[in-house]
């Protein structure tokens, strides 16, 4: 039997994270495959409760866009003390992820320095391709 590709999609809610599940629920339609949507809240069980409702919420919609398209999909909300960066990757790892898609927001030089990227990171440290969308 075939091995299921799993697409991993880092989602939170915003434009360039709905723009990667559509092109990662393209993929998972093109190679049958099946999404595994996340997303990454930092800090650890004292996180605030309508942060983690948001993202619940989140995850929801990302799951109905799967169903109506009749694509197999899971959903996480990862809360373990990583930065959304390190959380995607190793959870990628975890589920022997053969893809990460992931939106990208456009940052001045000063924002990248000031606050780091967590694309930069997935994209320098994942151990399967990555596809970025902006």
Known sequence: MEKQMIIL???DG??????ALDLGMKHAEAFKGKLIVVRSLVGGSDK???DIQSAEEDLAHAERCCRERSIPCETHLLIRGLKPGEDIVRYAEECRADEIVMGVRRRSQVGKMLFGSNARY???????PVVTVK
Do not use: H, P
């Open 122 to 128: 997935v994209i320098m440290e994942a151990v399967c």
């Open 14 to 19: 915003s434009n360039a994270a709905k723009d």
């Open 9 to 11: 999609v880092g989602y």
């Open 48 to 50: 605030d409760s309508d």
